[in-house]
């Protein structure tokens, strides 16, 4: 394989800017993580302020940026899919609520979070 010339710091910096590229797109274009997104915006400080140690601290502020993690991922796979087409097929469908799955498990998980740590 031939050396594109993305090495050291031309590599970093290009990675920079594709992935600000995706937190852009996001943001832009997909609504649920807009509203992930102002979620986060909330959750982590208090989160930070809420937790009694660092493991604690960890997982609530955590727990809302891996739900806005989760939601990226969940986009990508239906731009794909939708990329190939919007015919119905199984296999298309099948990604898609996965993805969504993941999303709501993702969901669950920030709320037990919160409830087990702040709660009990």
């Known amino acids: ?3 594109s010339g993305n090495t050291g710091l ?17 943001f832009r274009h997909e609504e649920a993580f807009r509203q992930e997104f102002w979620l986060a915006l ?9 937790g009694d140690n660092g493991v604690e601290k960890f997982l609530l502020a955590g727990t809302p940026i891996l739900l ?11 731009a794909v899919v939708d990329r190939f087409g919007n015919e119905w097929h199984e296999l298309s ?12 498990l993702a969901i669950l998980l920030l ?7 702040l709660l009990f």
């Not at 909330?42 to 809420?50: A, D, I, K, T």
């Not at 469908?93 to 709501?104: C, E, N, Q, Y």
């Not at 709320?111 to 740590?117: G, K, S, Y």
């Open 42 to 50: 909330l959750l982590v400080p208090l989160g930070l302020w809420l």
């Open 10 to 26: 031309t590599r970093l910096r290009k990675a920079a800017v594709f992935s600000w590229q995706g937190f852009r797109a996001a």
């Open 111 to 117: 709320v037990a979070c919160w409830a087990l740590l």
């Open 68 to 78: 806005m993690l989760v939601e990226i991922l969940n986009s990508a796979v239906e």
């Open 93 to 104: 469908g099948r990604a898609k609520d996965m993805g969504s799955a993941a999303v709501l």
């Open 1 to 3: 394989m031939a050396n």
